[in-house]
């Protein structure tokens, strides 16, 4: 599928029900975050001190990167979906304030009014 815009990603994401994406970097890494949370099931690898399948009970880390290893898991992930379609969907978010619409800085507003008035000066 290439580069795609975000709303077109959103779209993909809707539509799909396995996902599989790996760590390069120590980096948390989102899109399997994004695929879990939009009720898929994910594969990903563990990085280091990284398992984000502690995160969202939808991701599957493994520690073998083989392509072997990696289709036999999207075997496993693909046959769960033919059994229950839905069974992504009983998934369940670890991290409380992932999909909240609570302000992710709640001091922004006093910190712009406290840089205006600096500005003033």
């Known amino acids: 599928m290439g580069k795609l815009s975000l709303k077109n990603y959103a779209y993909a994401l809707g539509e799909s029900s396995v996902g599989l994406s790996l760590m390069v ?17 994910v594969i990903t690898n563990k990085y280091e001190n990284k398992d ?34 839905m069974s992504g969907w009983e998934g369940k978010s670890h991290i409380e304030d992932y999909v909240s619409d609570a302000p992710l800085f709640p001091f922004i507003e006093e910190l712009c009014e406290l840089l205006q008035k600096s500005a003033d000066f």
């Open 25 to 41: 970097s120590p980096h948390p890494s989102y899109p399997p975050l994004e695929m879990a949370h939009y009720g898929m099931w």
């Open 52 to 85: 984000i399948s502690l995160w969202h009970d939808n991701i599957l880390s493994i520690n073998d990167c083989s392509p072997e290893n990696i289709a036999n898991n999207l075997i496993t992930l693909c046959q769960r979906i033919e059994a229950d379609p």
